[in-house]
């Protein structure tokens, strides 16, 4: 049974940082994309970095570049987002997800996804 459980989320200032935690089981995380989403109040949810199981290469939207970083450690079949200079827009609750296909590279789209967390949520508010 593919499961993912997020967490990480809270309550942190402008400017503050946190790291969101992906654990997943019934996968082997190694062959497969992770990809993390967020989704606002009225807001489509929104791609936001994967991370590609041929190499590691890695994908950013541009509201988060420079600013968070992905990574997984496939020891513990975990996924990461470190989150640096938050900021109000970024209040969300995020989401990881996995491609159970077994192509080389991620995608920041959506629809590539087949598995998905239950989502942490994450305010920035002073």
């Known amino acids: 049974q593919v499961q993912l459980v997020e967490s990480g989320g809270g309550l942190v200032q402008p400017g503050g940082s946190l790291r969101l935690s992906c654990t997943t089981s019934?996968?082997?995380?190694?062959?497969?994309?992770i990809g993390w989403f967020r989704q606002a109040p009225g807001k489509e949810r929104e791609g936001i970095s994967c991370?590609?199981?041929?190499?590691?290469?890695?994908d950013y939207s541009d509201s988060v570049k420079g600013r968070f970083t992905i990574s997984r450690d496939l020891a513990k079949n975990t996924a990461y987002l470190q989150m640096n200079s938050l900021k109000p827009e970024d209040t969300a609750v995020y989401y990881c997800?996995?491609?159970?296909?077994?192509?080389?590279?991620?995608?920041?789209?959506?629809?590539?996804?087949?598995?998905w967390g239950q989502g942490t949520q994450v305010t920035v508010s002073s």
């Open positions: 991370i590609s199981p041929a190499d590691d290469s890695t």
């Open positions: 997800a996995l491609d159970r296909g077994f192509g080389a590279y991620c995608s920041n789209s959506y629809y590539e996804y087949d598995y």
């Open positions: 019934g996968f082997t995380l190694a062959h497969h994309a």
